[in-house]
Each structure stands twice: as structure tokens, then as C-alpha cells.
Nanobody
Framework: QVQLVESGGGLVQAGGSVRLSCAASGPTFIENRVGWFRQAPGKEREFVATISRYGSHKYYADPVKGRITISRDDAKNTVYLRMNGLKPEDTAVYYC??????????????????WGQGTQVTVSS
């Protein structure tokens, strides 16, 4: 069982930056693929980024590619999402999720087993 807690959200001006953290508990976190998703009001939860176990592979959604970086520090059981050049359309609740097994469908919610409660990011124009 893995428990995830997100932090780092808040109110940010357009063009600003934020770093979200996803702190995990559980002895096997290092073996988990971890993803970030976001959900804007009235919209479905969508994939943002994912990092493979040991951090060897990273994938990003097209709308955020070039503006965000996902990383992990397994010694701290934490995954980070650094977002730069924030836009009002980035406003959403951001969730991290962990997967126990491998899947090529890393952008699908169904391939993740554990979810955090989310952290709100609001970008003002």
C-alpha cells in the first residue's frame, strides 16, 4: 500500500512558477511509476506527466511539454513537478498517482493504483 500526499499548490500569477511535491509512504515506492494528473472545474482529469521507476523515463502531455519537469528523489520518497510559464488554463487540482506495475498506457488513469488527495493550483491573469 502506498499513500501519497501532494503539496506546493497555491495562487500564482501568469508566467510564474510552482513546484509541486508528492510525498509517499511505503517501502516499495522506488519501484513505482508515478504520474501527475490535473482536473480543472467541469473537466475530466487529464494526464500531465509521468516518471518511471528509478527515473529512467519521463513523458509529458503536449499542452505542458517544455514548461514542466518531473523528477523524483527516492531517498526522500518524493516526486516533484516543476511548472514554469504558468497560464490561466493550468488552473486545476493536481493529483499524483503511483502504479505498481508496468504499462505502456502511462497516460491512462486506470493504470495507476494509488492516488493522493490533490493540491490546488490557481493561475491568475
Amino acid at each position: 500500500q502506498v499513500q501519497l500526499v501532494e503539496s506546493g499548490g497555491g495562487l500564482v500569477q501568469a508566467g510564474g512558477s510552482v513546484r509541486l511535491s508528492c510525498a509517499a509512504s511505503g517501502p516499495t515506492f522506488i519501484e513505482n511509476r508515478v504520474g501527475w494528473f490535473r482536473q480543472a472545474p467541469g473537466k475530466e482529469r487529464e494526464f500531465v506527466a509521468t516518471i518511471s521507476r528509478y527515473g529512467s523515463h519521463k513523458y509529458y502531455a503536449d499542452p505542458v511539454k517544455g514548461r514542466i519537469t518531473i523528477s523524483r528523489d527516492d531517498a526522500k520518497n518524493t516526486v516533484y513537478l516543476r511548472m514554469n510559464g504558468l497560464k490561466p488554463e493550468d488552473t486545476a487540482v493536481y493529483y499524483c498517482a503511483a502504479a505498481q506495475g508496468y504499462s505502456s498506457d502511462y497516460n491512462l488513469r486506470a493504470t495507476y493504483d494509488f492516488w493522493g488527495q490533490g493540491t490546488q493550483v490557481t493561475v491568475s491573469s
